[in-house]
């Protein structure tokens, strides 16, 4: 079966540096990968996908994060934040032709933009 | 406005109590999805959907009940209501499954005493 792991639990960083939030997986079959973000008191909303092709995607408010098949990881970043990065982001994964239905949540990253 | 709709938005309820927590959306989508958020724990699948009449367990589905009679809702039932339920719940719909995105609702915060 598979599973997500995020490493960091919280992840303070100054206003206008770079982030990195990492995530990595388990899985014996391909998957399809995403990151959502979620605001206080919201539910969560999808930054990026990846489920073919390039390995570097693009998403929403200037994040990226590339596939490494090799290491199971899909790490988002970010090269510059904002204040209003300040949320929670999970990452999360569901594996093709099994367990289809299904999508696997990791525990999620607190970032702290700080002023 | 199309979207995902959850009520109550919070709700407290004492142990032993039956509870239901609605979930409507207006896509048309085909899959819905039930989540519980803990701290520690991330989001937990309690059960899943693929079309009217057709619902299945997740990873934490025990005291819990769904049914799906008609594509847009998709209700949550808390049979008996134990402590350990007191959870934030998220309702999500998606187009075709594992690998089309979530769409969630705002989630219902509920406290059992």
């Known amino acids: 079966a598979q599973s997500v792991t995020q490493l960091d639990s919280q992840v303070p960083v100054f206003e206008e540096a770079p982030v990195e939030l990492r995530c990595n997986y388990s899985?014996?079959?391909?998957?399809?990968l995403f990151w959502y973000v979620q605001y206080p008191n919201q539910g969560l909303q999808l930054l990026l996908k990846y489920l073919s092709g390039s390995t570097l995607v693009k998403g929403i408010n200037g994040f990226e994060a590339e596939f490494n098949k090799s290491q199971t990881s899909f790490h988002l970043r970010k090269p510059s934040v904002h204040i209003s990065d300040t949320a929670e982001y999970f990452c999360a994964v569901s594996e093709e032709k099994t367990s289809y239905d299904k999508v696997i949540f990791g525990p999620g990253t607190s970032l702290s933009v700080i002023p | 406005d199309a979207g995902i709709t959850q009520s109550p938005r919070y709700k407290i309820t004492e142990t032993g109590r039956q509870v239901t927590l609605m979930c409507h959306q207006t896509?048309?989508?085909?899959?819905m999805f039930w989540y519980r958020q803990d701290l520690g724990h991330g989001l937990r699948l309690i059960y899943y959907s693929a079309a009217a009449d057709i619902t299945d367990k997740g990873e934490v589905p025990d005291g819990y009940v769904v049914s799906r009679s008609k594509t847009e809702n998709f209700p949550l039932t808390l049979e008996s209501a134990t402590r350990s339920q007191t959870s934030v719940y998220f309702c999500?719909?998606?187009?075709?499954?594992?690998?089309?995105?979530?769409?969630f609702g705002n989630g219902t915060r509920l406290t059992v005493t």
């Open positions: 896509w048309s989508h085909s899959y």
């Open positions: 899985s014996s079959v391909s998957v399809y």
């Open positions: 999500a719909s998606s187009l075709t499954g594992g690998n089309s995105p979530l769409h």
